[in-house]
Nanobody, 113 residues
Framework: QVQLKESGGDLVQPGGSLTISCVASGSIFSFYDMAWYRQPPGAEREWVADITRSGSTTYADSVKGRFTISRDNAQSTVYLQMNNLKPNDTAVYYC???????WGPGTQVTVSS
C-alpha cells in the first residue's frame, strides 16, 4: 500500500502563490493516478485536481486557471501550484492515490491578510 505525506502548507495573503507537495513511498509511484482534495473549515472534503499516470490533468471549476497539478515520477512526488489564492481556498489539502484507500495526513493552507 502506498504511503503519502503532504507538505508546504502556509499562511498566504490573498492574490499570493504557494506550491504544496505530496511524497509517496512504499509502492511504485508511477503506477498511480493521483489527486488533490481539500477540506475547508466546517465543510466536507472536495475534489481539486487529478493527474493520470500519463500526465493528463483535470481541475475543479473553482480552481481552473489558477491551480496546476504536476508530478515528478523520479521523485515520487505530486505537486499543486496555486496562484491568485483567495480566502475561500483556505483548507486542509490532501493527496490521494486513485483506486486505493491511501490518503496523506494533510497540509494546512490559509489565505488571509
Amino acid at each position: 500500500q502506498v504511503q503519502l505525506k503532504e507538505s508546504g502548507g502556509d499562511l498566504v495573503q490573498p492574490g499570493g502563490s504557494l506550491t504544496i507537495s505530496c511524497v509517496a513511498s512504499g509502492s511504485i509511484f508511477s503506477f498511480y493516478d493521483m489527486a488533490w482534495y481539500r477540506q475547508p473549515p466546517g465543510a466536507e472534503r472536495e475534489w481539486v485536481a487529478d493527474i493520470t499516470r500519463s500526465g493528463s490533468t483535470t481541475y475543479a471549476d473553482s480552481v481552473k486557471g489558477r491551480f496546476t497539478i504536476s508530478r515528478d515520477n523520479a521523485q515520487s512526488t505530486v505537486y499543486l501550484q496555486m496562484n491568485n489564492l483567495k480566502p475561500n481556498d483556505t483548507a486542509v489539502y490532501y493527496c490521494t492515490a486513485r483506486y486505493t484507500t491511501s490518503w496523506g495526513p494533510g497540509t494546512q493552507v490559509t489565505v488571509s491578510s
